[in-house]
């Protein structure tokens, strides 16, 4: 990591919304890991991004696809797509959830 990216990732880390649920009920949440995630993906470490958080890689073209839709109203197959994403990201996401209470 260079200088530039050091300085970058610093940045990010210091506006991390700390997790309610961890502090306060000692466990993570099924959102823990998101953003986490997201600062792996914008340093370019893609296998750690979903080590750390599975439904990062559907997430994302979730929301692209729901700014599209909404922006361009698209009519064929971007609803099926929509809820084929949705379905795969909450399946992850109570995957990634479950895993983590029981280790």
């Known amino acids: 990591m260079n200088a530039t990216e050091n300085i970058a990732y610093m940045g990010l880390q210091d506006y991390m919304l700390p997790c309610a649920s961890k502090q ?23 296998l750690a991004a979903f080590e750390m958080y599975p ?3 559907t ?13 361009f109203s698209l009519k ?19 995957a990634n959830f479950i895993f983590k209470l029981l280790h």
């Open 59 to 71: 997430l994302i073209p979730l929301i692209l696809l729901i700014v599209v839709n909404k922006l």
């Open 24 to 46: 306060i009920l000692g466990f993570d949440c099924p959102g823990c890991g998101l953003q986490r995630s997201v600062l792996l993906l914008f340093q370019g470490e893609f």
């Open 76 to 94: 064929i197959g971007g609803n099926i797509l929509l809820i084929a994403l949705s379905i795969s990201s909450v399946f992850l996401i109570l």
């Open 55 to 57: 439904a990062i890689y």
